[in-house]
């Protein structure tokens, strides 16, 4: 039996990786990385030379047989992510269970991720809250928003730079335009922004933008909250 370690990585400052993190990545036989040239850079800044394979969406069925058959042969392997903890939002969820079912040990090495970054900085209520990630670009969309507009506990979106302006539209058209929320970007980063107010008006700000880049996340307050 062997280990799995699933390795939180930086969701933007580099700096942010822990020493423990760069100590198990050179530890281990292998790193499973969701893309290997992203990897690269954040492995290359430590020295890290482990050995690397894709492990991302796309191949992660076929993939993980070849996990668990290193996990067998005695030979640890890590588990990261472009950014963040692998399983959120992004491949991880079938290794670990694989690995739990196969009677692997699985260690997981804690790091920064942007949900909850962006939940404290968005200086809403965050004693209890909803992680949703990315909504369904097509079918499902709709009928999840509709599930979400009584939502008595804060809720974490997830949207890339060119539907965040739809998003916020649809959040206006199904919950209260009044409602408080905060539009995140680029967090740890250079040009970090946490712009705070109501949805109406975080439209108005956002729809007006000429050019909008970086990762997005948008932190809505429960229905009724106000400041």
């Known amino acids: 039996m062997s280990t799995l370690y699933i390795v939180a990585t930086p969701i933007g400052n580099l700096d942010d990786f822990s020493p423990r993190a760069a100590e198990v990545l050179n530890s281990v036989s292998y790193i499973a990385c969701e893309d290997t040239r992203n990897s690269g850079v954040l492995l290359n800044r430590y020295g890290i030379d482990t050995p690397t394979f894709s492990f991302h969406q796309h191949n992660e069925h076929q993939k993980v047989e070849h996990l668990i058959q290193l996990l067998d042969a005695n030979q640890p392997v890590a588990l990261i992510s472009d950014a963040g903890m692998p399983g959120i939002s992004d491949p991880g969820f079938l290794a670990v269970r694989a690995a739990h079912q196969q009677g692997h040990t699985v260690s997981v090495i804690p790091g920064p991720d942007a949900a909850t970054t962006a939940l404290v900085a968005s200086g809403l209520p965050c004693d209890r809250y909803v992680y949703e990630g990315f909504l369904p670009h097509k079918k499902g969309r709709q009928k999840q928003l509709k599930q979400l507009v009584d939502e008595d506990r804060t809720i974490v979106f997830y949207e890339s730079p060119y539907r965040v302006v739809k998003l916020l539209e649809e959040l206006v058209e199904y919950f209260d335009?009044?409602?408080?929320?905060?539009?995140?970007?680029?967090?740890?980063?250079?040009?970090?922004?946490?712009?705070?107010?109501?949805?109406?008006?975080?439209?108005?700000?956002?729809?007006?933008?000429?050019?909008?880049?970086?990762?997005?996340?948008?932190?809505?307050?429960p229905k009724g909250y106000d400041e």
């Open 177 to 221: 335009e009044n409602q408080w929320a905060a539009v995140c970007r680029e967090l740890t980063k250079k040009f970090e922004e946490v712009v705070r107010g109501r949805l109406k008006d975080l439209l108005g700000e956002f729809g007006s933008r000429s050019e909008l880049k970086g990762e997005f996340v948008i932190v809505l307050a």
